[in-house]
């Protein structure tokens, strides 16, 4: 069953947090080549290689999975990921790489907190990771751009959305908005970043906190060391039963607060997804989330790679569908295979996590959220693929988080 790169029907998953229509009929990808345009040399790949499943986040959030596995097993098993056109006019020119995976390459990995009881077009997502890979494809850097950073939204005619200045987690809803559809929010976001950064994009992934738990719940558990002690702002525990505020009210039963108290413990998928998710209390709020998401990413990669678990094809092929069904996919029409195989290289230990703004809130003369000149030349340090150079010179970018 070969990977599909042809627009799919509408078809997200009957996660109890998943949206029940968010995804319209995708139309042109907005001036790039189209597939059958693109003339791409086959690669002579071993029969079985390592491959890193770089998107999903997401929480936000991408899983950086190392996997191992035939190109013919990942096409089939990748052939369940909806894909759609998420760049819009924010994918590179031919003369910025185009569908040259020869290359760096930039991903953009939006996660949303999607639920049955919102509307489709009611969703911000807050969790904005670009994954960078240098053209030599044996790293992997996520830098987060902070959800309250004041943005300059481009006018988005599919929405009708006219333009303006917001936090840039409100341009996924602003793209989202009238039929939009997550498509459109994707779009916009995708545009609000390059207009900001100067950063193009090979492809993008939006990831669906819901879905994003069966991932880990895959998994078995992951490994997550708490840095500060946090309360959730969204989970109270019943008759010993961990449950979101609003199923646990129902109840009518005593509630006791779900408590992540500092140290290293395993956490099971909706433990992991709750403390990833978690800012009031933290003493950077935002700043110390987009680090707990990034730890959480590094786990998941971290735990894939352990007890065997890649060497066993029924468990690689459980791992991949669990993914597919927390993501939406764009690859700017190159076959999902061929771009996991290119990126064979990255593991677990060479995903880096970066820090905008040195961790802590950076305002503007407005006292809003800005990225700073050191994020700023960061980000031209990602379209240079000169990253590598400006970390070892700016070691204060790096994650405190282990």
């Not at 290689?49 to 990748?78: D, E, H, P």
């Not at 708490?226 to 109270?236: F, L, N, P, Q, T």
């Not at 779900?258 to 700043?287: F, H, I, T, W």
Request: with cysteine; proline share 4%.
């Amino acid at each position: 069953m070969p990977v599909q790169t042809s627009p799919r029907p509408t078809s997200l998953s009957a996660d109890p947090y998943r949206a029940s229509a968010a995804v319209p009929s995708p139309g042109g990808r907005g001036g790039r080549p189209s597939t059958t345009a693109r003339k791409r040399t086959r690669r002579k790949d071993p029969l079985w290689a390592r491959l890193t499943v770089v998107f999903g986040a997401v929480l936000m959030l991408t899983s950086g999975v190392a996997i191992v596995g035939s190109k013919a097993l990942i096409s089939q098993a990748t052939g369940n990921i909806a894909q759609r056109n998420l760049l819009g006019g924010a994918g590179k020119t031919e003369a910025e790489g185009g569908a040259n995976l020869d290359g760096p390459i930039d991903m953009l990995l939006l996660g949303v907190d999607a639920r049955e009881r919102w509307a489709a077009d009611d969703v911000r997502s807050d969790s904005i990771i670009v994954l960078h890979i240098p053209a030599s494809h044996d790293q992997a850097y996520l830098i987060s751009i902070p959800r309250d950073t004041e943005a300059q939204i481009p006018a988005f005619k599919k929405s009708g959305f006219k333009g303006g200045t917001d936090k840039i987690n409100a341009a996924f809803q602003a793209g989202a908005r009238n039929g939009g559809g997550w498509e459109g929010g994707a779009q916009l976001m995708a545009q609000t970043i390059k207009n900001m950064t100067g950063v193009s994009f090979d492809g993008a992934a939006i990831i669906n906190f819901g879905g994003f738990k069966n991932v880990i719940d895959t998994l078995g558990t992951v490994r997550i060391c708490v840095s500060h002690e946090v309360k959730s702002h969204h989970m109270m525990i019943v008759d010993g039963k961990q449950m979101w505020n609003a199923d646990a009210k129902k109840t009518g039963r005593p509630m006791t607060p779900v408590v992540y108290k500092k140290g290293c413990r395993e956490m099971n998928g909706l433990q992991a997804l709750d403390y990833s998710r978690q800012r009031y209390g933290l003493p950077n709020s935002d700043y110390d989330r987009q680090q707990n998401q990034q730890q959480l990413i590094k786990a998941m990669a971290r735990k894939a790679t352990d007890k065997g678990m890649l060497t066993n094809p029924v468990k690689v092929n459980q791992l991949i569908k669990a993914a597919g069904k927390a993501f939406i996919l764009d690859t700017g029409g190159v076959p999902v295979a061929d771009l996991v195989f290119t990126m064979r290289g990255v593991t677990a230990n060479e995903l880096t996590m970066l820090r905008t703004n040195g961790g802590t809130f950076n305002g503007n003369a407005n006292n809003r959220e800005a990225l700073s000149q050191q994020t700023l030349d960061m980000f031209q340090a990602i379209k240079e693929d000169k990253l590598a150079e400006f970390v070892y010179a700016n070691p204060s970018v790096l994650s405190t988080r282990k």
